[in-house]
């Protein structure tokens, strides 16, 4: 089974700290995705990558930055956290684009907490 | 990619039939229409896939019209265990970000 682990399930930051939720995936993916969920508001896509080094903005990428130096794991970095960034994240990673199985698989989330 | 319309929220009675439409009016020739399941408290999991007519597997089916600008996923038979929120996406095999929105959640009842 595919497997997405996220270093921690809660985590507690104080406002103006520069935190890093960490994600690893060990299938091979060449995609990898970090989404924050809100109530009432659904996934949101932060960032993706496609492949080592490679990026790109989601939908709200603002406050956030992210890190992919090895193919299995994918970092997001809040530069400095605030209290609008108290969500869950979520990390996913995939097969490239066009391939038979795109299937998203996602980590258990991790819910960050910024005081 | 595609944008997507569906329910926000919908009641079930344990044992019925429950159908979920999901409108994508602007679905293009190569998009598949994809359906996620999200447990509270967990991340989303792949249900089902499928491009036209009907798809079906050990957990449900899915009902695409000759048009493709709607899909219907349908959970045969729920349980409170069915309890979830459910995604629809467009688009997942011609583009690379996968888009969930707010999803459909869907509340089974004894």
């Known amino acids: 089974d595919v497997k997405v682990t996220q270093s921690s399930r809660y985590l507690v930051k104080r406002t103006g700290e520069k935190v890093f939720l960490e994600c690893v995936q060990d299938?091979?993916?060449?995609?990898m995705f970090w989404y924050r969920q809100d109530p009432g508001l659904g996934l949101r896509l932060i960032y993706f990558?496609?492949?080592?080094?490679?990026?790109e903005k989601g939908d709200i990428p603002e406050g956030y930055s992210v890190s992919r130096e090895k193919k299995e794991r994918f970092s997001l970095i809040l530069e400095s956290a605030s209290t609008n960034q108290t969500s869950m994240y979520l990390c996913?990673?995939?097969?490239?684009?066009?391939?038979?199985?795109?299937?998203?698989?996602f980590g258990q989330g991790t819910r960050l907490t910024v005081v | 990619l595609a944008k997507t319309t569906q329910p926000i929220s919908m009641d079930s009675y344990e044992g019925q039939e429950v159908n979920i439409t999901c409108s994508h009016n602007n679905i293009a020739t190569n998009d598949y229409i994809t359906w996620y399941q999200q447990f509270p408290s967990q991340g989303p999991r792949f249900i089902i896939q499928?491009?036209?007519t009907k798809v079906t597997n050990e957990v449900a089916s899915l009902f695409i019209p000759a048009d493709r600008k709607s899909s219907t996923l349908s959970l045969p038979r729920v349980s409170l265990s069915d309890t979830a929120v459910y995604y629809c996406?467009?688009?997942?095999?011609?583009?690379?970000?996968?888009?969930f929105g707010t999803g459909t959640s869907l509340t089974v009842i004894p």
């Open positions: 990558s496609y492949d080592v080094k490679m990026k």
């Open positions: 299938m091979d993916h060449e995609n």
């Open positions: 499928g491009y036209k």
């Open positions: 996913a990673s995939s097969l490239r684009q066009g391939s038979p199985n795109t299937e998203a698989f």
């Open positions: 996406l467009v688009g997942v095999r011609t583009g690379n970000q996968f888009y």
